[in-house]
T-cell receptor, first 116, second 115 residues
Framework: AQSVTQLGSHVSVSEGALVLLRCNYS??????LFWYVQYPNQGLQLLLKYTSAATLVKGINGFEAEFKKSETSFHLTKPSAHMSDAAEYFCAVSEGPIQGAQKLVFGQGTRLTINP | GAVVSQHPSRVICKSGTSVKIECRSLDFQATTMFWYRQFPKQSLMLMAT?????????EQGVEKDKFLINHASLTLSTLTVTSAHPEDSSFYIC???????????FGPGTRLTVL
């Protein structure tokens, strides 16, 4: 079974400051890992994904994440926060390259607030 | 990425009625779609996996007779909430998956309110 733990249900940073959202996973097989962002009353938008290529993954809007197998982590970072980054962020894991449909298991989400 | 639409975006209905939600993959043919529900300030909970041309696979605890899923074409899956009750009020989101990569692309969601 797979699981995801997002440390901190709410993170608040100042505009221009570093954003760090933490995600730890558990998986019995090589995982695929994803970060999604959700704005109020909207669906989820893919920020970035790790699918066993480079461990440092760059995504949209200046976000990046590093896959660390030894720490079972996939933390999301952005060097300088912008007001438009305020949203709910979800980390998700799925089984790696398998045949057929691959379910996603989501973390509980982290609400990011940006202070002016 | 894939573009996914949902219709309607919001629906309000009376208790006991049935509501149909459509999920469309606009720019590629999706053999697999997923249906989720999300309660306020909570994460997404997978309800079922919708496979084109075959019966949907439901997650444990999800009533298949209450949440009817039809995936009749490679671009359309529907979720029908039958005999809806206030506890069914939620945000329903669908996604499509690109096979071989595992990435899911999500629709904008449907807000269901049952009075």
């Amino acid at each position: 079974a797979q699981s995801v733990t997002q440390l901190g249900s709410h993170v608040s940073v100042s505009e221009g400051a570093l954003v760090l959202l933490r995600c730890n996973y558990s998986s019995s097989v090589p995982p695929y890992l994803f970060w999604y962002v959700q704005y109020p009353n909207q669906g989820l938008q893919l920020l970035l994904k790790y699918t066993s290529a480079a461990t440092l993954v760059k995504g949209i809007n200046g976000f990046e994440a590093e896959f660390k197998k030894s720490e079972t982590s996939f933390h999301l970072t952005k060097p300088s926060a912008h007001m438009s980054d305020a949203a709910e962020y979800f980390c998700a894991v799925s089984e790696g390259p398998i045949q057929g449909a691959q379910k996603l298991v989501f973390g509980q989400g982290t609400r990011l607030t940006i202070n002016p | 990425g894939a573009v996914v639409s949902q219709h309607p975006s919001r629906v309000i209905c009376k208790s006991g009625t049935s509501v149909k939600i459509e999920c469309r993959s606009l720019d590629f043919q999706a053999t697999t779609m997923f249906w989720y529900r999300q309660f306020p300030k909570q994460s997404l909970m997978l309800m079922a996996t919708s496979n084109e041309g075959s019966k949907a696979t439901y997650e444990q605890g999800v009533e298949k007779d209450k949440f009817l899923i039809n995936h009749a074409s490679l671009t359309l899956s529907t979720l029908t909430v039958t005999s809806a009750h206030p506890e069914d009020s939620s945000f329903y989101i669908c996604s499509v998956q690109l096979l071989g990569v595992g990435t899911q692309y999500f629709g904008p969601g449907t807000r269901l309110t049952v009075l």
